[in-house]
């Protein structure tokens, strides 16, 4: 059973109050607004593997490419924007940490995977030999770190209020016991 947000619960005894974003823009958290940027660049970059493995036209490899050339210049912006509200979450937001430091943690990884997965591409030429196994490999461990840490993301927003404008006190969902 769910506690109302009526209900007075907390992960560690304290009520969690609503912390608004560190970066807005118009009362808007930026990072909120970037991260769609690389997410949806990476999974294009998947989407455009998948054609080239069904139609074996170059065009889509080279597609994936520069879908993951852009992901990687907007996924350093979404960080550059989210660093603020992770030190904030650090210093002020206990219960947050775990998930916060999780968030970081795996965007992170996924900078260094994209990289490498940029680095295996040939520059957006099919390999010598024609093998793209590699490439498409290191592009589903991306895309599965980019889920990952979306999840985490969302833990921040939706069980924790991160980037909410603070205004009134939220409480966290909880399990109820006897």
């Known amino acids: 059973m769910r506690a109302d947000r009526g209900q007075q619960c907390s992960l560690s005894g304290a009520i969690l109050t609503a912390m608004k974003s560190r970066l807005q823009f118009a009362g808007h958290p930026i990072h909120v607004m970037v991260v ?18 069904m139609l ?20 350093v ?30 965007g992170i990884g996924l900078l260094v995977v994209q990289g490498l997965n940029l680095a295996v591409r040939n520059g957006g030429d099919i390999p010598v030999g024609g093998s793209v196994v590699m490439p498409v490999l290191v ?26 404008k603070g205004k009134k006190p939220f409480y966290p969902p909880c399990v109820l016991t006897n």
């Not at 769609?36 to 493995?53: E, H, M, N």
């Not at 833990?155 to 209020?161: G, T």
């Open 56 to 75: 074996h036209d170059a065009f889509w490899f080279r597609m994936a490419y520069w879908a993951i050339v852009f992901g990687l210049v907007t996924h």
């Open 139 to 164: 592009n589903v461990i991306g895309a599965t770190l980019t889920g990952v840490q979306g999840w985490y993301g969302g833990e921040l927003v939706y069980r924790y209020f991160i980037g909410d």
């Open 77 to 106: 912006t979404a960080a550059a924007t989210g660093l603020p509200d992770f030190l904030a979450v650090m210093r002020e937001q206990k219960d947050a940490r775990r998930p916060a430091t999780s968030h970081l943690v795996f």
């Open 36 to 53: 769609g940027f690389p997410i949806g660049l990476y999974t294009s970059a998947l989407v455009c593997d998948g054609l080239y493995l």
